[in-house]
Each structure stands twice: as structure tokens, then as C-alpha cells.
């Protein structure tokens, strides 16, 4: 049998690092669903289908058969049942970011005991990473290269010029 996660996340836009820990989800899974949140919980600068749009033409050739992506908006552990994932990957950079995603680790374990949470640790270079920071950075004309693919730079630029900018989330930033 596939064993198969979900890679849940918003993604807004999707980083080197999400990138990163994508790549090392597949090295342990058969398949990986990249679950990609609606946005109803926080309003986004990019729609959906730019999100997933941005993610899936920066896969590597190794992972691209093996990736799906699917668009959710309910709750994470129903998702994942859908699915028929066996655990749900999260990326996780920092002290701060594990005391929240132990939280929901947990609060997902009550809800579904049979689902394992994996977290996976992105390479160091991209442990301040996060999409939150890049949109400001890009908001006020700042490099951001170093932490995003060229084609998601491209869109940052051009989402800057004809989009309001900066959007607001809560919790952790991701
Ligand atoms: O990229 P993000 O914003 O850190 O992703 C957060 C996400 C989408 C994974 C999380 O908000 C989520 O799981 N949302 C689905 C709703 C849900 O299941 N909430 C209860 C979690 S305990």
C-alpha cells in the first residue's frame, strides 16, 4: 500500500523552505498531497490557484510525479482522511514555531488519534524564511531572491504593482 501525507499549509506564497521540506517529504512518503488552505482563516495576497500554481512549476523532476495538489477549506484532519494520508507534514524552523504546532499536533491527535504528525526540518539556510516576511519585504521593494523562486519573485513584483500588498495573518507567520 502508498504511503501517503498531506503537506498542509497556505503558502502565500510558497518559499525555498516550503520547497525544501517538500522534497524532503517525499524522500519519506510514497506520495505527498500538498493541501493547499483556501485562505478563509486569513485573507491572502495571492488566489488560489496562483498559490498552487507557483508551487507546482517549481517541483523538482524527482517529486513532480509523485505531488499532488489539492485545494481544502474544512478541517485539517478531515482533509487528511480523504486523502487516505497516514501522517500530515509540517515544516518547523524555530522554538516558536514548534510550541504552535505541537498545539495543533495535538488538538489534530484528539480529533483523528490515528494520524501521525511528521516535523520536518528545513535546511538552515532557510530557518528565518517565512511568507509573511517575504511579502513585506517585497511590499517595500526589498530582494527576496534569497528566499523564493524566481517565478514566485516575478509574481511578487508584479502582485506588488497591481495588488494592495501586505495581507494580515494570525498565530504563527508562515
Ligand atoms: O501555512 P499555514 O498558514 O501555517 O497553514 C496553517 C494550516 C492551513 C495548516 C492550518 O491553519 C490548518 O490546518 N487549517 C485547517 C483548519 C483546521 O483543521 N484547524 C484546526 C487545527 S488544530
Redesign the pocket.
Known amino acids: 500500500m502508498k504511503r501517503v501525507a498531506v503537506f498542509?499549509?497556505?503558502?502565500d506564497p510558497v518559499t525555498l523552505g516550503h520547497l525544501d521540506v517538500l522534497e524532503r517529504a517525499v524522500r519519506l512518503f510514497d506520495r505527498v498531497v500538498v493541501g493547499v488552505?483556501a485562505g478563509h482563516?486569513?485573507s491572502t495576497l495571492f488566489s488560489l490557484d496562483e498559490r498552487i500554481e507557483m508551487f507546482r512549476e517549481n517541483l523538482s523532476e524527482v517529486s513532480a510525479p509523485r505531488v499532488r495538489f489539492v485545494a481544502f477549506d474544512?478541517?485539517?484532519?478531515d482533509f487528511a482522511k480523504e486523502t487516505g494520508a497516514i501522517a500530515v507534514v509540517r515544516g518547523i524552523r524555530t522554538v516558536r514555531d514548534y510550541e504552535y504546532e505541537l498545539q495543533?499536533a495535538q488538538?489534530?491527535r484528539t480529533m483523528s488519534p490515528e494520524l501521525e504528525t511528521v516535523f520536518l526540518v528545513p535546511a538552515e539556510k532557510y530557518a528565518s524564511v517565512q511568507?509573511s516576511r517575504v511579502r513585506e519585504i517585497a511590499r517595500y521593494g526589498g530582494k527576496v531572491r534569497a528566499f523564493v523562486p524566481r517565478t514566485v519573485e516575478r509574481r511578487l513584483r508584479k502582485a506588488m504593482r497591481t495588488k494592495k500588498g501586505v495581507s494580515a495573518?494570525e498565530g504563527?507567520k508562515?
Open positions: 498542509p499549509g497556505t503558502f488552505a482563516h486569513k474544512g478541517l485539517l484532519v495543533m488538538l489534530n511568507s495573518g504563527k508562515a
